[in-house]
């Protein structure tokens, strides 16, 4: 890679190659040459922390946002802030951790500020309600200034969220760098990590009776389930801390500013020009990237209807309840968490079974057998609605326990193919664009947006587009059926299966 010192003339920013990024020295230096697996899991750990608090938020936001008076068919684009914080922050956060010039590392104070700021975040959300009455809300279908305190906190979530998990993963990247076997083993700590800060907070959320074991949570304007949201993330508060120190407290960073002159040189450059170098990277890339982002995109098409609508699943489809008006859609919200704190299960245990998987059967073979897994179980979700429709007793009772345990068997199979969303794409994505000369970071806010550009899209059109079709979650279902079928096939046929090759790096 050239040593930009030796060239000093000024280019337009659209056509500039990548700078030289900090990552590689280092993290190739002596003092990082092996890492042990210890370190890899203490630094893992606080993807725990994080997705307890994303499963909080994946199990119980959804209907909450509906109690509070938003139509089931607008519930989605609450979930736009998601994405389009993603969009910008994570490749922001991304490039400007390959560059923090921090004494105490180029990671660790993003994952710190991140995490501070989870906590502030929840703790608006679990008193949104309250907010809401302080500043007028009274008694009402729908609650106008408890929801933009949701709306505001449930923001400041997902940029926070974003701002801690991109330095992570690059993090673990940067301490396995030019080994591909521990950059898989590491990525599958971190998907195990997520398994089990899944699994807890699943079970917090599945559990009704928080507002007894803090009965100060339980207000004038906040009910029993609002109450038992408020307490589960006041422990979830507490969990990201332990997880936060325990992870920065174990990588001994090298920081930027002690490291030869010319591997932090491109620092001094200016953040205007970060977008410009972002997308001017895209032209770099082999093939087997584009198959990589392709893939990844059509995986969260697959994905995100599922994430969004899954315990609202349960209580509409499968309990036949409706928000705020009879005590089946809350069941059925309870319910599809411990389906989810199931499937948290089944993920775990694919983490710990990732690295021979690949290494027996190719990254891109289990990816894409993965993704069909996926869609087969997204089409029994809908055949079992459609049979629990045609039994009857939707509203009128509670379901047969053939229709639960159908629900709940489909949402522990999908926890294999979720551990492998959250590994194998990051570990691909890593060690290609690494030989690249790319930072971790900003490789890993690459990946990001063949996330949330999907996720954007299915925020905006699952609503209306479940509604054309009468309502219910099987239409955008059914699209993420259809996603992951042609992203399995894409990745069975396209990802080699090979070791990668010496990629020349960027000029």
């Not at 207000?219 to 109450?227: G, H, P």
């Not at 589960?232 to 801390?241: L, P, S, T």
Request: hydrophobic content about 50%.
């Amino acid at each position: 890679m050239t040593n930009p010192s030796e060239d000093r003339r000024p280019r337009p920013p659209a056509t500039r190659p990548p700078p030289h990024h900090p990552s590689r020295p280092a993290a190739s230096t002596a003092a990082q040459s092996k890492v042990s697996k210890r370190i890899l899991l203490r630094v893992a750990s606080v993807a725990c922390g994080i997705q307890f608090g994303w499963a909080l938020q994946l199990s119980l936001l959804t209907p909450y946002v509906q109690e509070l008076g938003i139509p089931h068919a607008w519930a989605s684009v609450i979930w736009l802030c998601g994405p389009l914080s993603g969009l910008f922050v994570q490749p922001l956060v991304g490039h400007s951790s390959d560059r923090c010039t921090s004494r105490f590392g180029r990671r660790r104070p993003f994952i710190v500020a991140g995490a501070v700021l989870i906590a502030i975040a929840v703790l608006i959300i679990g008193h949104s309600a309250d907010i809401g009455w302080a500043f007028g809300d009274r008694e009402g279908k729908i609650r106008t200034r408890a929801i933009v305190a949701f709306v505001f906190g449930f923001w400041i979530l997902d940029v926070a969220n974003n701002m801690t998990q991109g330095p992570c993963r690059a993090l673990l990247a940067d301490l396995t760098e030019n080994d591909h076997r521990r950059t898989r083993v590491a990525n599958a700590y971190f998907s195990l990590f997520m398994a089990i800060g899944n699994i807890l907070g699943y079970a917090t959320g599945s559990y009704s009776g928080w507002y007894k074991v803090f009965p100060f949570t339980k207000t004038v304007a906040c009910n029993v389930e609002c109450a038992n949201l408020k307490a589960a993330f006041y422990i979830d508060v507490v969990f990201i801390a332990i997880t936060t120190c325990l992870s920065v407290s174990a990588a001994q960073e090298i920081p930027l500013s002690s490291l030869p002159s010319e591997a932090h040189e491109g620092s001094s450059s200016t953040q205007e020009a970060f977008m410009w170098e972002l997308f001017g990277t895209f032209k770099y890339f082999p093939g087997i990237v584009w198959i990589i982002l392709l893939v990844t995109a059509l995986t969260w098409v697959g994905w995100f209807p599922f994430i969004l609508f899954d315990t609202d699943w349960m209580g509409r489809e499968i309990y036949g309840g409706e928000p705020n008006q009879d005590p089946y859609y809350s069941a059925g919200v309870r319910m599809g968490a411990l389906g989810l704190l199931l499937n948290s299960v089944f993920l775990g245990i694919t983490s710990v079974l990732m690295e021979k998987l690949c290494r027996k059967w190719g990254a891109g073979f289990v990816w894409g057998v993965s993704n069909i897994l996926m869609a087969l179980c997204f089409l029994a979700m809908i055949v079992t609605s459609f049979v629990a429709y045609h039994l009857g007793y939707l509203g009128h009772g509670s379901p047969p326990a053939g229709i639960v345990f159908t629900a709940l068997f489909i949402f522990s199979v999908l926890g294999i193919p979720l551990a492998i969303t959250y590994s194998v794409p990051y570990a691909l994505i890593s060690i290609r664009i690494e030989a690249l000369g790319l930072g971790q970071g900003l490789s890993l806010g690459v990946l990001n947006l063949a996330i949330v550009i999907p996720q954007v899209i299915v925020s905006v059109g699952s609503g209306p587009w479940d509604q054309l079709f009468g309502g219910g979650n099987s239409p955008a279902l059914a699209v993420g059926a259809v996603a992951g079928v042609i992203g399995g096939i894409v990745a069975i046929l396209a990802i080699p299966r090979t070791r990668v090759q010496k990629t020349t790096p960027l000029p």
